[in-house]
Structure formats: structure tokens, C-alpha cells
């Protein structure tokens, strides 16, 4: 018997009962579409989270004082001062594999102009932060090396910093803000980045020159950190290395002490939450995919109840000449057919589903056209796994016992 003829008996078949066929379909349609939207939910949240960490900027590093030992007690990073001013200096003009590199020095406080006040802190930096951190200057413009040398009192702010201290909407650019009773003068408007994915406000920052906050706010001459950009992202452990190599010379170290500080790069950061996500998404995709299971079995019982229903058929047709090949390849059929059919509907409600939590919850969501061949290919595989044991129970029939069956 041909392939044509095998298919027409199988539409046949599944016309005649087409609640039943789509009852059957249910399963794998479910399963299929849960697997495209958690996929799609999972590569989604991963983008973005890759996006986030593009926008700090991927190739960043940044070093703080830390891992020194005393007495066998491990002392807070916030109190060492092992990060001198020097060092930055050092760095700046031996390394070969950085692109810029800005110091760090942090001063929190209540910031006041005028009758508004906000709490937030100002970070003393260099010129080279704005490249590293990936800001851009709306208005204004940036401090100079000349107000890094004279310690000027000059500052740049963000647009949570405008909106909490200039609700009117006034013009901030040449207007005196004051942390800590000292005055700084508004030169520059950050462009608005929003919140990262950490959920910190991006926005919520005080950019002055370094010397500025280590003299006149902290009067201090060690830094707090150091922060540095990679020629690019393969190149961050080549810089990393030679970053700790010249620290370790600068501070004297001997090759059985311990740093005594601390480098870290985006690319830790980025490995940790992508082994995150992608851990979120199989188990959101092994979760979804017992649907599939569940699918299976479903068309499993429904060929066992068709092989049963169809037992004098299925006598009368090899008593006339069918071959067992025949009747196996009739009944895979059918449940192949059934599985492609619920598969290519639940691509398409997976799709649906994807960008109704899109549109409505405003999750990030990509889908990838291998989780829609990997689902359709699944299914196809769950049609042809669980309908070959019922289809080779009809095809090992024997005809007279099949014909005689009540």
C-alpha cells in the first residue's frame, strides 16, 4: 500500500473523531507553547541583563583596597588605605592595555540649593570616568585637567539630582549646590540612563573632580578605588594581570603575600547572572517540557483506545491482503499527525503568548528560532515514540482472532 493512500486513511480516521484527535492535541499544544515562552522568557531576561552590563561598560574593571590581614583578622576594605594617589598616577602611565582609568573617592551627604535637599553622595573622579562608565553630557560640559590641579569646586549631576533640587524646572547649569556646607557649581547634565538591573537609579549621581572631594569634603590623600577600561572586552585579563603586577611592585609585595587589594571586571559580574539565567531558563524549560510528556502519554492512550475500537478493521484489512508494515505504518502515521499538528498550533500560541507578556507585563522576551525547531522536533519525536508501541500492537494482530474480536 502507498504512502498516499496509508495518509488518506489516516485523515479519515482522525475526522471521524475530531474532538477526540484534538482533545489528544491538547497536551502537546500546551507543552509546546509553555517551552517557546519560558524559553523566550529566560534568552529575554539573559539580553537584557547582558544589554545592562554593556551600558556600565563590558570591559571595565575596578580595583579596591582590600585582602590585607592583621593578626589574623581581615580587615574592612572601606577602612585600608592602600590605594594611593600615586599608584593611579603609576598605572596611568605604564599600562599598556588600558583605554582610560579614573580614581574613586566617595562623599555622602544631604545636598541643598536653595529650599530643596536630597540625600545623596558626590564621587570625586577623573576625566576618563565618563568613557569607562559609558555617561554622555546633555548640557554643559565636563571639568577640566585645570580643576583637577586647582581642586575646583565644580560638579556635574544627573537627572534625579535636577529633578529633586530644580523641581521648577529651572536651568542647573551655573547654579551652587552645597554637600557638607561646601559649595559646588553645576558646569554639566548627565544624558538619563534610568535604573540597571540591579534596581539602582543610574541617574542618582554627583560627578566633581577628585582632588575636590579628597581635600575639601574628606580631607584624605589615599583613594577609595580606581576604576579602568580595557582596550577591549578579550583584552580585560591581560590588563587585569598587569594591573596586579604593578600594584604588587608599588606596594612592596613579596611573592607569598597577599594582595592587598581587590580587582574585579564586568565579565565576572556578566558569568555569574548568564549562569543564572540560563540555570532559570532550563528549569523553566524542564518544567514546561512534562507537558510534552504529559502530551505523549496522552496520545499513547488515545492510539491504545483507537487500535482497540478499529481491532475488526484492522483484521479485515490484512485478511484482504494489508501487511502488518501497513497497519504500523497507518497508526504511526496518525499519531504523527497528531503530535506535528498540536506542534505547529503551539508554535503559534507560543509566539502569541510571547508577546502578550511582552505587551502587557513588559518583560524583555526573545525567541530564538532554535527553541521553535527544538519544540517542533520534540513533538514530532514524543508522536513517533509513544505511537509506535500501539501501532506495532495492531500490526501483531492476527487476522482471524482480529476479525472475530467483539
Known amino acids: 500500500m502507498n504512502v498516499t493512500n496509508l495518509f488518506k486513511i489516516a485523515l479519515r480516521a482522525l475526522a471521524n473523531n475530531k474532538l477526540r484527535a484534538f482533545l489528544t492535541m491538547l497536551g502537546i499544544i500546551i507543552g509546546v507553547a509553555s517551552v517557546i515562552t519560558m524559553l523566550a522568557i529566560g534568552q529575554g531576561s539573559k539580553r537584557s541583563i547582558q544589554a545592562q552590563i554593556s551600558e556600565m561598560g563590558s570591559n571595565m574593571i575596578m580595583i579596591h583596597p582590600g585582602g590585607d590581614r592583621k593578626g589574623g583578622v581581615r580587615r574592612d576594605p572601606s577602612e585600608m ?18 583605554s ?5 573617592v566617595s562623599s555622602s551627604g544631604q545636598l541643598v540649593c536653595g529650599n530643596n535637599n536630597y540625600p545623596s553622595s558626590v564621587s570625586g573622579v577623573g576625566l576618563d570616568y565618563l568613557d569607562i562608565r559609558q555617561l554622555k553630557i546633555e548640557d554643559g560640559s565636563m571639568f577640566t585637567e585645570a580643576d583637577i590641579q586647582t581642586s575646583a569646586k565644580v560638579c556635574i549631576i544627573g537627572k534625579t539630582i535636577v529633578d529633586n533640587l530644580f523641581p521648577d524646572g529651572s536651568d542647573p547649569i551655573g547654579r551652587v ?19 540597571n538591573s540591579m534596581g539602582q537609579d543610574q ?9 575636590t572631594v579628597m ?3 574628606l580631607a584624605v590623600t589615599y583613594l577609595q578605588g580606581i576604576f579602568a577600561s580595557a582596550l577591549s572586552e578579550d583584552m580585560t585579563d591581560y590588563a587585569t594581570e598587569e594591573i596586579s603586577t604593578i600594584l604588587r611592585r608599588e606596594h612592596k609585595l613579596k611573592e607569598t603575600d597577599e ?44 492510539m491504545y483506545v483507537s487500535v482497540t475500537e478499529r481491532t475488526r478493521e484492522i483484521g479485515l484489512r490484512m485478511s484482504v ?6 497497519i504500523l505504518a497507518q497508526f504511526l502515521i496518525e499519531a504523527i499527525l497528531i503530535s506535528i499538528t498540536g506542534g505547529i498550533i503551539g508554535v503559534v500560541l507560543g509566539c ?35 505511537g509506535w508501541y500501539p501501532a506495532k500492537k495492531a500490526a501483531d494482530l492476527d487476522p482471524i482472532e482480529a476479525i472475530r474480536y467483539e
Open 81 to 98: 588605605q592602600t590605594l594611593k594617589l600615586e599608584n593611579y598616577l603609576t598605572l596611568r602611565n605604564e599600562t599598556k592595555f588600558l
Open 100 to 104: 582610560g582609568i579614573s580614581p574613586n
Open 177 to 195: 549646590i552645597r554637600i557638607n556646607k561646601v559649595p559646588l557649581r553645576v558646569i554639566g547634565v548627565l544624558k538619563s540612563k534610568g535604573y
Open 203 to 211: 541617574d542618582d549621581i554627583v560627578l566633581a573632580p577628585y582632588t
Open 215 to 217: 581635600k575639601r569634603l
Open 259 to 302: 594582595d592587598d587589594f581587590t580587582i574585579r571586571t564586568q565579565q565576572e559580574l556578566s558569568t555569574m547572572l548568564n549562569s543564572t539565567t540560563d540555570l532559570m531558563t532550563t528549569l523553566l524549560a524542564c518544567i514546561a517540557g512534562i507537558s510534552l510528556i504529559v502530551g505523549g502519554i496522552g496520545i499513547m492512550n488515545i
Open 321 to 326: 491482503g494489508a501487511r502488518g508494515i501497513d
Open 352 to 386: 502569541g503568548a510571547s508577546w502578550i507578556v511582552k505587551s502587557v507585563a513588559h518583560w524583555p522576551i526573545f525567541i530564538q528560532p532554535w527553541s521553535v525547531v527544538l519544540s517542533f522536533a520534540v513533538c514530532t519525536v514524543t508522536g513517533v515514540f509513544f
